[in-house]
């Protein structure tokens, strides 16, 4: 899956948590939690948005790889199917 | 015929604006039927009556602003006896004090008013926008938004900025977004008069100890790998569940200091503070915390916390902490020295849970550890039994499978 799909869907669920967050305003190479004010619960309501948006299973052995922006859009690309 | 109250929603609500009747007279009611809209410091609510009747007669205008207890309307024809436990706004002093009481439904259930201000669930403004509004001495309520459903980003702070050199500030309030500045700033008021009350009346004591997360990480590991990502469990679930554990067995630390003297809380209603987005903070209980399971704690605190940014919260919720919990979370610092919310007399705080050498049987071992904290009311108990309660915290929370 495209790269700029799978960034649009993420700034779709993140506007669901953290409405006035401007996805082009972060920086895709540093911590995202730095970047917005996401506690544990906005961050769990986040990967269950993603999960449910794009299909994709994400285990929470793999929370520790997604830091960054970036991160996230590496995984999700490489776990989407096509 | 009954009296309908106007309802507590907390110690630190004490007065409510009736913003307008939803029924007049004439009109039968039955129990969950929302008869007014009240304005109270932190958001709109619609007032739900829990009799069947029949409205005889509005005692109170719109626009008139009355303590809790007040009487709004009359019902005649009510369809069950009136008991005093009934009749008395769930915030009054009687509350605790009959434990005997009806265990239904609470006499009144607030929900949000469909309001036709904006919610102010959402002031879709980012700490950092906000900030560099302050910065730019720009009024956030003459912004408008570009982001995602209107919500201001810095960059609408930025190009307001430069376009208001020169400009008068301030010149365009609307009338909604003025609504919710006064709003942000009673709710700051509210959170000002209950905590300075706090440190006026109460002799806090305060206690921490560190407790060593190592088994409760393992063992919500464990869980949540074989979960699907809707059904996983926080940290914070395993937290709220043993402090609502120890909060049975040491009574002193669970009930409301009203009129002189304690009353002790035979239910646990743990209160959780949840923060909000745009500022302040609401700590409504999640009921009968003690008799959940883990999940169920899970699943009422992520409903909790969406209705309370939603600003969506029952009167018994906002009314009935019986203790309340404070946690930093991830994104915290390890300590918090809490202030206690009255008429409750303890608070437990957790701060952020972070990697510590630890030495157990002889060993040295790299372990999560949180430090968790007491501050509770030196009219009701004292440090020994304090800390025996933080003790039973943290063995609790050595066995979670047990939780």
Same mark, same amino acid.
């Given at each position: 899956?495209?790269?700029?799909?799978?960034?649009?869907?993420?700034?779709?669920? %993140?506007?669901?948590?953290? $409405? *006035?967050?401007?996805?082009?305003? @972060?920086?895709?190479?540093?911590? !995202?939690? +730095?970047?917005?004010?996401?506690?544990?619960?906005?961050?769990?309501?986040?990967?269950?948005?993603?999960?449910?948006? %794009?299909?994709?299973?994400? $285990? *929470?052995?793999?929370?520790?790889? @997604?830091?960054?922006?970036?991160? !996230?859009? +590496?995984?999700?690309?490489?776990?989407?199917?096509? | 015929?009954?009296?309908?109250?106007?309802?507590?929603?907390?110690?630190?609500?004490?007065?409510?604006?009736?913003?307008?009747?939803?029924?007049?007279?004439?009109?039968?009611?039955?129990?969950?039927?929302?008869?007014?809209?009240?304005?109270?410091?932190?958001?709109?609510?619609?007032?739900?009556?829990?009799?069947?009747?029949?409205?005889?007669?509005?005692?109170?205008?719109?626009?008139?602003?009355?303590?809790?207890?007040?009487?709004?309307?009359?019902?005649?024809?009510?369809?069950?006896?009136?008991?005093?436990?009934?009749?008395?706004?769930?915030?009054?002093?009687?509350?605790?004090?009959?434990?005997?009481?009806?265990?239904?439904?609470?006499?009144?259930?607030?929900?949000?008013?469909?309001?036709?201000?904006?919610?102010?669930?959402?002031?879709?403004?980012?700490?950092?926008?906000?900030?560099?509004?302050?910065?730019?001495?720009?009024?956030?309520?003459?912004?408008?938004?570009?982001?995602?459903?209107?919500?201001?980003?810095?960059?609408?702070?930025?190009?307001?900025?430069?376009?208001?050199?020169?400009?008068?500030?301030?010149?365009?309030?609307?009338?909604?977004?003025?609504?919710?500045?006064?709003?942000?700033?009673?709710?700051?008021?509210?959170?000002?008069?209950?905590?300075?009350?706090?440190?006026?009346?109460?002799?806090?004591?305060?206690?921490?100890?560190?407790?060593?997360?190592?088994?409760?990480?393992?063992?919500?590991?464990?869980?949540?790998?074989?979960?699907?990502?809707?059904?996983?469990?926080?940290?914070?679930?395993?937290?709220?569940?043993?402090?609502?554990?120890?909060?049975?067995?040491?009574?002193?630390?669970?009930?409301?200091?009203?009129?002189?003297?304690?009353?002790?809380?035979?239910?646990?209603?743990?209160?959780?503070?949840?923060?909000?987005?745009?500022?302040?903070?609401?700590?409504?209980?999640?009921?009968?915390?003690?008799?959940?399971?883990?999940?169920?704690?899970?699943?009422?605190?992520?409903?909790?916390?969406?209705?309370?940014?939603?600003?969506?919260?029952?009167?018994?919720?906002?009314?009935?902490?019986?203790?309340?919990?404070?946690?930093?979370?991830?994104?915290?610092?390890?300590?918090?020295?809490?202030?206690?919310?009255?008429?409750?007399?303890?608070?437990?705080?957790?701060?952020?849970?972070?990697?510590?050498?630890?030495?157990?049987?002889?060993?040295?071992?790299?372990?999560?550890?949180?430090?968790?904290?007491?501050?509770?009311?030196?009219?009701?108990?004292?440090?020994?039994?304090?800390?025996?309660?933080?003790?039973?915290?943290?063995?609790?929370?050595?066995?979670?499978?047990?939780?």
């Amino acid at each position: 899956m495209e790269a700029n799909a799978v960034r649009a869907a993420i700034g779709q669920v %993140l506007a669901t948590i953290a $409405p *006035e967050v401007a996805l082009d305003a @972060l920086d895709p190479a540093a911590p !995202l939690r +730095d970047q917005v004010d996401l506690d544990s619960m906005d961050f769990l309501n986040f990967i269950v948005g993603l999960h449910e948006r %794009l299909q994709v299973d994400i $285990p *929470e052995a793999d929370y520790a790889r @997604l830091v960054s922006l970036g991160d !996230l859009v +590496d995984y999700l690309v490489a776990k989407r199917p096509g | 015929m009954i009296e309908f109250k106007l309802p507590s929603l907390g110690a630190d609500m004490d007065r409510g604006r009736l913003l307008e009747w939803r029924v007049k007279p004439g009109d039968v009611v039955k129990r969950g039927d929302v008869v007014a809209v009240v304005d109270t410091s932190k958001a709109a609510i619609d007032v739900e009556v829990w009799h069947a009747g029949t409205v005889h007669a509005l005692l109170l205008q719109p626009g008139d602003d009355v303590p809790v207890g007040t009487a709004m309307l009359t019902l005649s024809g009510a369809d069950e006896p009136v008991e005093a436990a009934a009749q008395t706004a769930p915030g009054a002093a009687e509350r605790a004090a009959a434990p005997a009481g009806p265990a239904g439904p609470a006499p009144l259930a607030v929900t949000p008013a469909a309001s036709p201000e904006p919610a102010l669930g959402r002031r879709r403004i980012s700490p950092a926008a906000r900030k560099r509004a302050e910065e730019l001495g720009i009024s956030l309520d003459t912004l408008a938004g570009t982001g995602p459903d209107g919500a201001v980003t810095i960059e609408d702070v930025q190009r307001a900025g430069s376009a208001a050199v020169g400009a008068a500030p301030a010149a365009a309030v609307t009338p909604a977004a003025a609504a919710i500045a006064e709003r942000m700033s009673a709710m700051r008021q509210t959170i000002a008069a209950a905590m300075a009350r706090s440190k006026r009346e109460i002799p806090h004591y305060y206690l921490a100890t560190e407790i060593p997360l190592e088994k409760a990480t393992q063992w919500l590991t464990r869980a949540n790998a074989e979960r699907p990502v809707t059904a996983r469990i926080l940290m914070a679930a395993l937290l709220i569940k043993a402090t609502a554990l120890a909060a049975r067995k040491y009574p002193e630390l669970n009930g409301f200091y009203r009129g002189g003297k304690f009353e002790p809380s035979a239910e646990v209603h743990v209160g959780v503070a949840i923060s909000l987005r745009q500022g302040g903070l609401i700590a409504p209980a999640l009921l009968a915390t003690d008799r959940k399971n883990v999940d169920e704690i899970m699943a009422a605190l992520a409903d909790l916390v969406k209705r309370t940014r939603a600003f969506s919260l029952r009167a018994s919720e906002l009314s009935q902490p019986t203790i309340t919990l404070t946690n930093l979370g991830e994104q915290g610092v390890e300590l918090v020295q809490a202030v206690i919310y009255p008429p409750q007399v303890a608070i437990v705080g957790f701060g952020k849970p972070i990697g510590r050498a630890w030495v157990e049987d002889h060993s040295l071992r790299l372990i999560p550890v949180v430090t968790a904290s007491l501050a509770a009311d030196h009219r009701v108990s004292d440090g020994h039994r304090g800390a025996l309660f933080l003790a039973h915290v943290r063995d609790l929370l050595q066995e979670p499978d047990k939780l």
